[in-house]
């Protein structure tokens, strides 16, 4: 951790506009995410200012910049300035939260004090100027050397007035594989319910976001009852034993280990939270004490895609992590033809993160076997690359032959065209014929 923030970071652009407001006779300073940022070495995203001048009077001092604004009632004028843009807000605080996110309405204020108090964790709470050194009201950068996030203020209160910052408290913190503050971390549990209140598009990019942390088992085990309340359909695997020798944890324990070790990126994170969401309702235990869950595959696929359309998941994102879901046990082809013939039909995007899924299932488990299982998916992977490297025909779009040149045959429009060429694409991937015009022609008898 630094002491100071490194202010050589700070962009020209953006110091020239604080030092503008100040040279203007206003208050002004970096704030937020950026202060947080240069403190601990990463290089923040976004800088945003701060400044004690009402909205019309930035406007007046950035005359002649381009400026965006859309934010204005809430105190936001975005100036434009070498190529990027600067959030610039007045002093506010809020107030009449009565639905439990947005504030009613933004009161602004000309102390720099009022407009910390207001934001969401003291490691959030921070301002900033070269010359003038770090502001720090809240005990931010103490909580930064510890590694907490903790909220500003009461945190019920502040949870009960944006019941959304619940769950930005767990996304920072496992983006900085920080703890949550028992007494913030209390107020979660008591508030969680709240989150009823919140859009579902905002669950979901947060969720998106915790997911994104290097590893999120530990918050995803410590805060289960409030992923509960948004993925109601997770609950049943707490504590569900599978009592089968290939597990040695419950439903939750695998479910977590899995997402840790798939990639941080959202369709594998949210495959692997679901992939086994349908076990418990399909568990059954054989005269031997051996749980079975038979279908739990179709199972797992239909509540992930009620679970995804409930927080409004994009459809792209939807259907690729239903198809890993249902792809997830199936037993994987060990030859080259089988190992086409299913690249054809699950395409390349999916079987390669398939395998990424697969590998962390398999660690996720017991080691019963596992030698035997990283084998075969190894030998599927090394197939895999094979074939793509190869860059041999998977789809009709590759084949060399089209519907028109089988009508310049003599064959009618209709549904036999597409009937031959998907026999010509199963003659390529079964190397029964080479992907070239005049073969593909003769296979199919058209010549
Ligand atoms: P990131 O690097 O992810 O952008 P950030 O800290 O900049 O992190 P933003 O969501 O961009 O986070 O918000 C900017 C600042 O506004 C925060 O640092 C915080 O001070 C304040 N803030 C944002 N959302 C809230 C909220 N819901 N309640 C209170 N303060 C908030
Ligand atoms: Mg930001």
């Known amino acids: 951790m630094n002491c100071e923030p490194n202010s050589e970071r700070i962009p020209e652009e953006g110091l020239t506009l604080v030092n503008r407001l100040r040279a203007m006779g206003y208050e002004a300073w970096f704030v937020g995410g950026c202060v947080r940022d240069l403190l601990m070495g990463n290089e923040p995203n976004d800088w945003d200012i701060c400044t004690s001048a009402k909205p019309e009077q930035t406007k007046a001092v950035f005359e002649g910049y381009r400026i965006h604004e859309t934010g204005i009632k809430h105190g936001t004028v975005l100036v434009m300035s070498g190529g990027a843009g600067y959030e610039i807000t007045t002093y506010r605080t809020e107030q009449d939260y009565s639905d439990h996110r947005r504030p009613d309405r933004v009161e602004f204020i000309s102390e720099l004090s009022g407009d910390l108090a207001r934001r969401d964790f003291t490691v959030n709470a921070m301002a900033y100027h070269p010359s003038e050194g770090v502001v720090d ?176 998941c994009d459809k792209e994102t939807r259907m690729a992590v239903e198809a890993l879901v249902l792809a997830h046990d199936q037993t994987l082809p060990q030859t080259p033809v089988g190992v086409r013939r299913y690249l054809a039909k699950q395409g390349t995007q999916l079987v390669s993160q398939l395998i990424f899924l697969r590998r962390a299932d398999i660690l996720g488990q017991s080691s019963e076997r596992r030698e035997e299982k990283l084998e075969q998916l190894n030998r599927f992977e090394a197939l895999v690359t094979a074939e793509l490297e190869r860059g041999g025909c998977l789809t009709l779009e590759q084949l060399e032959i089209s519907g028109t040149d089988l009508m310049e045959h003599g064959v009618p429009a209709g549904p036999e065209l597409g009937r031959l060429l998907k026999a010509a694409l199963n003659g390529v991937l079964d190397g029964a014929v080479a992907n070239q015009r005049d073969a593909l022609l003769a296979y199919l008898h058209i010549m």
């Not at 409030?226 to 419950?250: K, R, S, V, Y």
């Open 137 to 312: 009201l809240f005990g931010g950068r103490n909580d930064l050397e510890r590694g907490v996030i903790r909220a500003v203020g009461d945190p019920g209160e502040r949870f009960g007035e944006d019941a959304l910052r619940m769950l930005r408290a767990i996304r920072f913190a496992g983006r900085f594989s920080f703890a949550v503050e028992p007494v913030t971390a209390q107020a979660i549990h008591e508030k969680r319910g709240d989150l009823r209140y919140i859009a579902a598009e905002r669950i979901f990019s947060e969720l998106k976001g915790i997911l994104s942390a290097p590893k999120p088992s530990g918050l995803l085990v410590e805060f289960a009852d409030l992923f509960a309340e948004i993925l109601p359909e997770l609950e049943p695997m707490f504590g569900f034993a599978q009592h089968n020798p290939h597990h040695d944890g419950d439903c939750w324990q695998h479910t977590v280990r899995v997402v840790d070790a798939v990639p941080p990126e959202p369709t594998l994170r949210l495959a692997a939270l679901f992939h086994d969401v349908g076990k418990p309702t399909c568990f059954t235990l054989d005269e031997q004490g051996i749980g079975h869950f038979y279908d739990h595959v179709r199972q797992s696929s239909r509540l992930v895609h009620q679970a995804l359309n409930r927080l409004k």
